[in-house]
C-alpha cells in the first residue's frame, strides 16, 4: 500500500467535514489529477456527484465512500481506522452507467449518463402522455402517467424502488423500467429487460403536456424524445470492505418492511 496515491473528496455537510480534517491529519493526500484512488465522504448522493465528476472529466479512478450521510446504501462504514490497509482489502464492484440521450421540442440535443437511473416526468398538472419503444418496436403506443423511469442494478433500490419497482441483483445484467403512477394502461406494471435493450420514448403532445428528462441528478426539460441505452465504454469502480456485502445487502432489501 506504500504506492497509493490518493485523493480526498468530502461533502459539504458538518460530519463529512470533521471527517476530512482527521483524514488529512493522518494520511498524505495527492490532487486528483495525481491520484490512483479517491476516498469520497458523504451519503450516496455525494458518491454520485463524485462519480459524475469523473466522467465529465474524463478521468476515471476507482472510488472508496465512507458514509456520513443519510442512508449510505453504496458506502462503507465511516473509520478514520487504518485506511490504507481497508483499501488494500477491497473488493471491487464495477458499474456501467446508463447513457441518456435527449432532444427537447425545440430541437437541441443532449446527453449525460446516469448510475441509478434514468426518469421522464411530467412538468405541470397535466400528465405525461409516452410512447414506449424498446429495440425500434413500439411496446406501449400511449402510456399516461406522471413519469416513468429506467433503473440499473445499482439504482433499483432508490427512486425505482419507491416507485414500486423490481430490486435487481447486482450480476442480473438487467435493467428495470417502472411506471410512475400510470393511469393508462392501469394495470401495467413495468417490466425488467436485459441490460443490451434500447429503450426510447417519445413524448406525446410535448407543448401541452411537457416532459422532464433526469439523469440521476441532471434535468433536460421539455424534452421530445429519449433514448438510452448502457454505456460499456465507461465503467465505473467502486471499492467496498470485504464484509459489506452489496449484493447481499441488496438481496435483503427485499425483505425489508
Known sequence: MPDRRLA???????????????????HDWVPVEEADTIVALGGD?????TLHL????HRILPVFGMNLGTVGFLMNEWSAEDLLGRIGRTKPFTVNPLRMDATTIDGQSFTSPAINEVSLLRETRETAKLEVIVNGRTVLPELICDGILVATPAGSTAYNLSAQGPILPLDSMQLALT?????RPRRWRG??????????FRVLDPVKRPVSAVADQREVRDV????IAIDRTNPLTLLFDPEHALDDRITMEQFAF
Open 179 to 183: 411506471p410512475i403512477s400510470p393511469f
Open 8 to 26: 480526498l473528496a468530502a461533502s459539504p455537510t458538518e460530519a463529512a467535514q470533521d471527517a476530512e480534517r482527521e483524514l488529512r491529519r493522518r
Open 45 to 49: 448522493g455525494f458518491l454520485l456527484q
Open 54 to 57: 469523473m466522467l465529465d472529466r
Open 191 to 200: 417490466a425488467i429487460l436485459p441490460e443490451r435493450t434500447r429503450i426510447s
Open 224 to 227: 421530445a424524445t429519449v433514448d
